[in-house]
């Protein structure tokens, strides 16, 4: 798990969130449950197209546009990550070792 700030020295925040990129068979399913159980209605799901492999500023539009959130879980969020004016954005993302990935899908 790691987890970054898009936020520079010296900038005022006023919101603080969760970002969750939910990669399929690593454990999102599990932390999408943790969100929803410990922030009920804040928690919010969503998918987005591609765009050519960024579409961080959907992402971006999709937390200014719901301004009561603080968890955010997506299937297709890619990266870069977004920055969105007055909010910390904390990035959530397991990866799974890839051969215990690739079992586990193929038992699934």
Known sequence: ????????????VQRTVILHYHLLKNAGTSVD?????NFADRW???EFPANG???SGLVADWIRSTPDS???????????LP????????SLIFLRDPI?????????
């Open 70 to 80: 603080v968890a955010f879980s997506s299937h297709t969020s890619l990266g870069p």
């Open 1 to 12: 798990m790691a987890a970054f700030s898009n936020q520079g020295v010296g900038e005022v």
């Open 53 to 55: 492999g960024n579409n």
């Open 33 to 37: 449950r943790l969100l929803k159980d």
């Open 83 to 90: 920055v969105v004016d007055d909010v910390q954005i904390i």
């Open 44 to 46: 919010v799901t969503g």
């Open 100 to 108: 215990a990935r690739i079992i586990f899908a193929y038992t699934f």
